[in-house]
């Protein structure tokens, strides 16, 4: 079992930058992780994810030179830094994590993008 907490989200103008950091517990080696948001409007979607050792990043387009995710074994922690925030950027960020067919998710956190 694998326990996700994430922490990091908040209100900030558009332009600005916040750092989301996502703290897993239990059997958290070889996990492969990766945020996605939802919005009322829109179902979830995938924003960025990361392998166990980190040497492979995908990134949704819209967030592509923006957004840089990255992780810390040793401290069971995948962080997400959102620089040049806009609006269409806010929603409920989750973090999610895999191992073999076994998926696991946090509760989310609101990022709110003021214009």
């Known amino acids: 079992q694998v326990r996700l907490v994430e922490s990091g989200g908040g209100l900030v103008q558009a332009g600005g930058s916040l750092r989301l950091s996502c703290v897993a517990s239990?059997?958290?080696?070889?996990?492969?992780m990766a945020w996605f948001r939802r919005t009322p409007e829109k179902e979830r979607e995938f924003v960025a994810s990361i392998n166990w050792s980190g040497g492979n990043t995908y990134y949704q387009d819209s967030v592509k030179g923006r957004f840089t995710i990255s992780r810390d074994n040793p401290k069971n922690t995948v962080s997400l830094q959102m620089n040049s925030l806009k609006p269409e950027d806010t929603a409920v960020y989750s973090c999610?994590?895999?191992?073999?067919?076994?998926?696991?998710w946090g509760l989310g956190t609101q990022v709110t993008v003021s214009s």
């Open positions: 239990g059997r958290t080696f070889g996990l492969a």
């Open positions: 999610f994590a895999q191992i073999s067919v076994m998926n696991y």
